[in-house]
């Protein structure tokens, strides 16, 4: 399990654990879409998640990002990855 701390806090930052589960939910909905098995109920979803996170207030916006960050940092070997995901899923956060 990966623990993820504020930059200079170290504390567990609360909702890091929901970020971590909704972005393990967003690839595995990404891989579905590639391999074809499911791809329009996955795509769907997909299309579901950004419009839920595109209508976060700004300042929730801005958590959901900072939480993304560190999650990249925890997770260097996919960070490009999980940094993209707000242009990939069409945000404006």
């Known amino acids: 399990m990966i ?3 504020a930059e200079g806090s170290g504390s567990v930052v609360p909702g890091d654990g929901l970020v971590r589960a909704l972005v393990t939910a967003i690839a595995t909905l990404e891989d579905l879409v590639s391999v ?3 791809s329009n ?3 769907s979803t997909l299309e579901d998640i950004a419009h839920e996170l595109g209508s976060l207030e700004p300042a929730e916006g801005r958590r959901f990002v900072a939480a993304l960050e560190r999650l990249a940092v925890a997770e260097p070997e996919r960070a490009a990855w999980i940094r993209g995901l707000p242009e990939a899923l069409c945000l404006d956060l």
Do not use: K, P, S
Request: hydrophobic share 45%; aromatic share 0%.
């Open 3 to 5: 623990t993820q701390v």
């Open 36 to 38: 074809g098995q499911d």
């Open 41 to 43: 109920l996955a795509l």
